[in-house]
């Protein structure tokens, strides 16, 4: 069928029916590198202006770290641009298999196999080591390419309620006939910023005779005492069966991501998962860049050690002002606003005094729990900080939400 005046119309309503249920997302237009302080173009036109970003994934501060970007330029000029080849072909270089024997290293496993994203790693997974004998019972809250990844396998798909060890014991018994049982959670949860309950899930794994995946994208890096993520944080390294994790967050955030883990799973993916057998290897500038921040926090935790302060500091100073947070322990800390409404209205208030915090709503979050999440980086000084502390006390007091909890805002503002 062709594009006809019909199919532009069902398409174009389905995009107005898009912006006028309020979920058209805009992007904004960024004029500067990544960092603590950002040019931001918003609304759509007006000259850049100088913002705090509040709302990365730039834990550590890597982004723009000039020794990563140093590496960047030495891989490029000493390992060319592109690979033109997926990996199996004529796509691995000696550095991409440093950087997964680094990775390996720095996480305690026992092999990693790198992908174009971590979307792509989650994709690739399961198909590549579980048949339609085995389970996968994931927690309900997990990433959506895990749903994704999920969805291209033969296995029996099961969840359990998010954090629930009950539920998730009563769906383990349940699945005794299986070959294999594989608990699928995520490390920290990126809406709301809570760890999974790893020893209590260990725990089970071992009672019901289960192997665990974890995907610690918001972890690795920063959560534990030497930042290798959510496992060292419970004090269950090597007890990861998978684990996968991006290099598109905390890790220079540029792109890519890995499976890592024991060793026979590892090699069937690099044998058998569809997103490494047919997309292309990622690029040496990345790889370059990626050795250098895997380097860098294996010599040192000076980073995770600032942004845990960070954190600490940024939770009790907007607690202290009077704003409504989800209770938790990483660098993702959610300014409750409950109302999408006014999460948009505070949002574009704060960036007209210089931070930039971006409103979550329904569908990203559930109905009724709209937030700013706010997220903490290495990249930020104390003195970021007390200027977004003031910013956010300022903007609280013009919509009267300083000192109110849930069923006020709600009662005040609707859900
Ligand atoms: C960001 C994220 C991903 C996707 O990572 P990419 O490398 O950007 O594809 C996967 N899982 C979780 C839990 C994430 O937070």
């Known amino acids: 069928m062709a594009y006809n005046e019909a199919a532009r119309q069902h398409f174009a309503s389905e995009l107005t029916a898009t912006r006028e249920a309020g979920l058209f997302k805009d992007e904004r237009y960024i004029h500067s590198a990544q960092g603590a302080e950002i040019e931001v173009e918003f609304p759509a036109g007006s000259p850049p202006k100088k913002v705090i970003n509040m709302c990365a994934n730039n834990y550590l501060g890597l982004s723009s770290h000039p020794e990563v970007i140093g590496a960047a330029h030495e891989g490029l000029e000493e390992r060319g641009y592109g690979m033109s080849s997926v990996r199996f072909i004529c796509g691995t270089q000696d550095i991409h298999r440093e950087l997964e024997e680094s990775i390996t290293a720095f996480l305690e496993t026992e092999d990693t196999v790198l992908f174009p994203s971590c979307m792509d790693a989650n994709a690739g997974v399961f198909e590549a080591i579980l048949g339609d004998e085995d389970v996968i019972i994931a927690d309900r809250l997990v990433h959506a390419s895990i749903i994704d990844g999920i969805r291209l396998c033969s296995a029996h798909q099961d969840s359990f309620k998010h954090s629930d060890m009950k539920h998730l014991e009563r769906k383990l018994e349940l699945h005794q006939d299986k070959r294999f049982?594989?608990?699928?959670?995520?490390?920290?949860?990126?809406?709301?910023?809570?760890?999974?309950?790893?020893?209590?899930?260990?725990?089970?794994?071992?009672?019901?005779?289960?192997?665990?995946?974890?995907?610690?994208?918001?972890?690795?890096?920063?959560?534990?005492?030497?930042?290798?993520?959510?496992?060292?944080?419970?004090?269950?390294?090597?007890?990861?069966?998978?684990?996968?994790?991006?290099?598109?967050?905390?890790?220079?955030?540029?792109?890519?991501?890995?499976?890592?883990?024991?060793?026979?799973?590892?090699?069937?993916?690099?044998?058998?998962?569809?997103?490494?057998?047919?997309?292309?290897?990622?690029?040496?500038?990345?790889?370059?860049?990626?050795?250098?921040?895997?380097?860098?926090?294996?010599?040192?935790?000076?980073?995770?050690?600032?942004?845990?302060?960070?954190?600490?500091?940024?939770?009790?100073?907007?607690?202290?002002?009077?704003?409504?947070?989800?209770?938790?322990?990483?660098?993702?800390?959610?300014?409750?606003?409950?109302?999408?409404?006014?999460?948009?209205?505070?949002?574009?208030?704060?960036?007209?005094?210089?931070?930039?915090?971006?409103?979550?709503?329904?569908?990203?979050?559930?109905?009724?729990?709209?937030?700013?999440?706010?997220?903490?980086?290495?990249?930020?000084?104390?003195e970021h900080l007390d200027f977004a502390l003031e910013a956010f006390r300022k903007v609280g007091e013009k919509h009267q939400i300083l000192g109110l909890k849930k069923k006020d805002i709600i009662a005040r503002f609707g859900a």
């Not at 725990?203 to 972890?219: Q, T, V």
């Open 181 to 382: 049982r594989l608990i699928v959670t995520d490390g920290v949860f990126s809406m709301d910023g809570d760890l999974a309950k790893l020893d209590e899930i260990v725990d089970l794994a071992e009672r019901y005779d289960a192997m665990i995946m974890l995907d610690d994208s918001h972890a690795t890096g920063f959560i534990g005492k030497t930042g290798k993520g959510v496992h060292e944080h419970f004090g269950v390294l090597g007890r990861m069966d998978i684990i996968t994790t991006t290099l598109g967050k905390a890790m220079g955030g540029a792109s890519g991501g890995c499976v890592s883990g024991r060793k026979e799973l590892v090699e069937l993916c690099r044998q058998r998962a569809r997103p490494y057998l047919f997309s292309n290897a990622m690029p040496p500038v990345i790889v370059a860049a990626a050795q250098r921040v895997v380097d860098l926090i294996s010599q040192t935790t000076e980073r995770r050690d600032k942004l845990e302060w960070n954190a600490g500091y940024w939770r009790q100073g907007l607690s202290d002002i009077g704003f409504d947070l989800r209770p938790g322990e990483s660098p993702i800390v959610p300014v409750m606003l409950y109302n999408a409404k006014l999460s948009q209205d505070v949002s574009r208030d704060l960036f007209d005094e210089g931070i930039y915090a971006v409103g979550f709503f329904f569908p990203v979050v559930p109905k009724g729990q709209a937030r700013i999440r706010t997220q903490l980086s290495a990249a930020h000084d104390k």
